[in-house]
């Protein structure tokens, strides 16, 4: 009998918690009406789900509403603006029917910037024979995203998410290819792609079976560029059964082995959003036995209010996931959709939160960058604040871009305390900031 079948015979199966159940959870039964009201006003526009595993393990019921794993899964009011919460508030209580409120939801989400950084205008690639396909993006040149259909859920999802339009049932939204066979042939196609990434939704949501698939169809075409295979999951963290004791728990990581074994790196991008996420003997468990197929375990989060903008916890999440075997890879800047305005860190605080964290590690941690907006010209990192002749400015450079010629050139922006996100920003020392007149051409090209 094997360590797995000794220790984990008695997991827990999955069972999830949505709009049409949440109310049946004992500890939501405590909280007011009023507070279960205000979830289901929330949960009507944006994605809700959560698990037993993070209702039980995760969540700190003696610290509602203020704990943050609560606040990463459950509905707040906050998370709508006043505007589009009462218009909901009004449809729930005046008992409009199904298809009104879905009316009603689909207005508010049209609002809330459902693909930014020109993901549907700019991402989408087209293979040689003229066919789009919408179930990848290609924005970095060595890099191509790949959304299989299978994965377009979660075990739970987090509130932040920015690719929330994946699970509201948006069908025109959605990024999804059922067949792999595409995805090798672009892959062929563009030499310059050495990195494929699986990302959803989440991938490891997917039965071992048909991620096999894909991952055989990869393997098979044996494409001399392809070096590395990434996993965008939060698995780990919501649900490491699935790598424990799930019924494809070794079907799934035998798939990992594959990857490795055929001489593929295979990066696993792990998304960790609160130390709390590391604290249990599950997910200590699923990362070992993840890190044992030869994959290489790599984290990141975005900074989020209300959840994680605290400088000393990102210092001892860092620390923790190097302890386990994880290698601290991006801290990042909330993404310009959804609810922004209740997540989001102005820019200025959020480096000092990164510089803070980061100057208290050690430096097997410190290969973190951030904090980065993954905005439409690329990754733009937020690498300090400081005076040139006389005039404060915030100084930034870019880690990826759209342009690889970009990339590490640093360029000055107005200092602003409340700026969010790079649309915020003006130039310091220019009407225009480097990149513009390139990306604006590259728009119009688009259109």
Request: glycine share 4%; with cysteine.
């Amino acid at each position: 009998m094997t360590y797995q079948e000794t220790v984990w015979d008695s997991t827990p199966t999955l069972k999830s918690y949505t709009l049409s159940n949440f109310r049946d959870i004992p500890q939501i039964q405590k909280l007011s009406k009023e507070k279960q009201f205000e979830m289901e006003v929330v949960g009507n526009v944006l994605p809700f789900k959560a698990n037993n595993y993070v209702v039980e393990q995760l969540i700190d019921w003696d610290n509602i509403p203020n704990d943050p794993m609560f606040v990463l899964t459950f509905p707040q009011k906050g998370m709508l603006k006043p505007e589009h919460y009462d218009k909901m508030s009004n449809a729930l209580t005046n008992n409009l029917d199904k298809n009104e409120i879905a009316k009603i939801a689909n207005d508010i989400r049209l609002q809330l910037n459902p693909h930014p950084a020109g993901q549907m205008e700019l991402n989408v690639p087209t293979l040689k024979d003229g066919t789009k396909l919408y179930g990848m993006q290609h924005k970095y040149k060595e890099t191509c995203l790949f959304f299989p259909s299978q994965s377009q859920t979660c075990h739970a999802y987090c509130s932040f998410c920015f690719r929330w339009p994946q699970f509201v049932g948006m069908d025109e939204m959605k990024f999804a290819m059922k067949e792999g066979e595409q995805l090798v042939q672009y892959v062929k196609e563009h030499p310059e792609i050495s990195d494929v990434l699986f990302t959803g939704g989440d991938p490891m949501i997917m039965k071992a079976k048909m991620f096999s698939k894909y991952v055989d169809a990869l393997i098979d075409a044996k494409l001399p560029n392809l070096k590395t295979i990434r996993i965008g999951t939060k698995s780990l963290s919501y649900w490491p059964y699935k790598f424990l004791s799930d019924s494809d728990s070794q079907e799934m990581l035998d798939v990992f082995r594959k990857i490795t074994d055929n001489g593929i790196h295979l990066a696993f991008m792990a998304h960790f959003n609160h130390l709390a996420e590391l604290s249990t003997d599950a997910v200590k468990q699923a990362i070992k036995q993840v890190r044992d197929t030869g994959a290489q375990i790599r984290t990141q989060s975005p900074l989020l209010s209300h959840i994680n903008d605290d400088s000393k916890m990102w210092a001892e999440m860092w620390t923790k996931q190097v302890q386990l075997g994880c290698i601290p890879y991006y801290m990042f800047v909330v993404r310009d959709t959804g609810a922004q305005h209740y997540f989001g860190v102005p820019l200025v605080r959020a480096f000092k939160i990164f510089r803070d964290a980061y100057s208290s590690v050690s430096g097997l941690a410190r290969t973190v960058r951030g904090p980065s907006m993954s905005a439409t010209p690329g990754k733009v990192v937020v690498t300090g604040t400081t005076s040139v002749n006389d005039q404060k400015v915030i100084l930034l450079r870019f880690l990826q871009g759209r342009n690889p010629d970009w990339v590490q050139i640093p360029f000055f922006a107005k200092y602003d305390e409340n700026a969010i996100w790079l649309d915020d920003l003006k130039p310091a020392f220019s009407d225009k900031f480097f990149f513009e007149e390139e990306m604006n051409q590259l728009k119009n090209k688009n259109q």
